[in-house]
């Protein structure tokens, strides 16, 4: 039961991972074919054709203000139902629904930015840049979720269970694959050696941060690069070489999380306060925005006229 449980929700991250890049497809799309408007000056848009359609009154600008308000709730709502609410904890692991939340909340802030159509006014601006920086701000978080070691369910392990599951791996090469313990000691250094030199440069501190983030983002051309001279230098099989850089990655992860997990956990504490105080301001100005927009049938952002 539990394998099947976890198979479906593979195929819901591959099936929001296809979403989103179909969503990326068409959006792109959207904007070779019409983003000239958007180009414009505002005293030039109303000779465009485009103008009575993307206007924020027009009939699809206004369309993407609902629908992309829509997306932003519901991705809120489902995924703080699903830590909240206690018939939802069982519903699958964190990460499917952090992924849903996620592809909901940058795609209705990208149809929003499109609804305004870059006139902003009154209200309409600090809605608009609160909402900027919560969607930003939710582009880090996923970065810091992703510090914590977790088990397939979503749940943050103990150092034990790390610990343990350094020990599987460990034991599956030894085992298995018949590394020889100098190959493995190798590894085990190498998994300490980012770590000891992010802690002599920047300490382990916030400011250690910054190179975490630079070595995430050059980690796959360094994995890529080390694949290429297992197989060189040791004429390991390509499976063998996938095991010991599935390895080595653990490995690194493992010896990161375990000496910066004070720092994350810092890290984590002001970025939930930060995106909780912008993400209320932003519900409350759009409460408000869509209350104008009910009330006078014109909204804070743009006007009835376009």
């Known amino acids: ?12 991250d591959r099936t929001i991972l296809l979403v989103s890049l179909v969503t990326i497809g068409v959006g792109a799309a959207f904007l070779v074919t019409a983003g000239s408007y958007y180009r414009l000056a505002l005293w030039d848009r109303p000779d465009s054709p485009w103008h009575a359609a993307l206007q924020p009154s027009g009939s699809v600008g206004h369309a993407f203000g609902w629908i992309g308000a829509g997306l932003m709730l519901v991705g809120v709502l489902l995924y703080s139902g699903r830590k909240r609410i206690r018939r939802m904890r069982g519903k699958g692991p964190m990460r499917t629904w952090l992924n849903l939340h996620i592809y909901l909340c940058l795609t209705g802030p990208f149809l929003i ?3 305004t159509a870059n006139k902003l006014s009154g209200l309409g601006v600090y809605s ?29 392990m103990t150092l034990d269970e790390l610990k343990a599951e350094r020990e599987a791996a460990r034991e599956r090469l030894a085992g298995e694959f018949g590394l020889a ?12 050696r980012s770590v000891r030199r992010i802690r002599a440069s920047a300490g382990l501190g916030l400011r250690a941060v910054p190179l975490l983030l630079v070595e995430d983002v050059a980690r796959p051309v360094h994995m890529a690069r080390l694949r290429q001279r ?21 490995q690194a992860n493992a010896a990161r999380r375990v000496a910066f997990f004070d720092t994350f956990r810092r890290l984590f504490t002001y970025w939930h306060v930060i995106h909780l105080v912008f993400f209320a301001a932003m519900l409350v100005l759009l409460v408000l925005h869509v209350g104008a927009e009910l009330f006078f049938g014109a909204g804070l952002v743009g006007g009835a006229g376009g």
Do not use: C, K, N
Not at 1 to 12: C, H, K, L, P
Not at 181 to 192: G, H, Q, R, T
């Open 113 to 115: 930015a499109l609804h």
């Open 181 to 192: 313990p100098a190959v493995l000691a190798d590894i085990e250094a190498a998994s300490e």
């Open 230 to 250: 297992l197989r060189r230098e040791r004429r390991l099989p390509r499976r063998e070489a996938d095991a010991v850089l599935s390895l080595i990655g653990r």
């Open 128 to 156: 608009f840049w609160s909402m900027v920086v919560v969607a930003g701000s939710g582009i880090i978080g996923r970065w810091i979720y992703q510090q914590f070691p977790r088990t397939a369910r979503g749940d943050t």
């Open 1 to 12: 039961m539990r394998a099947r449980r976890f198979g479906v929700s593979e195929a819901v």
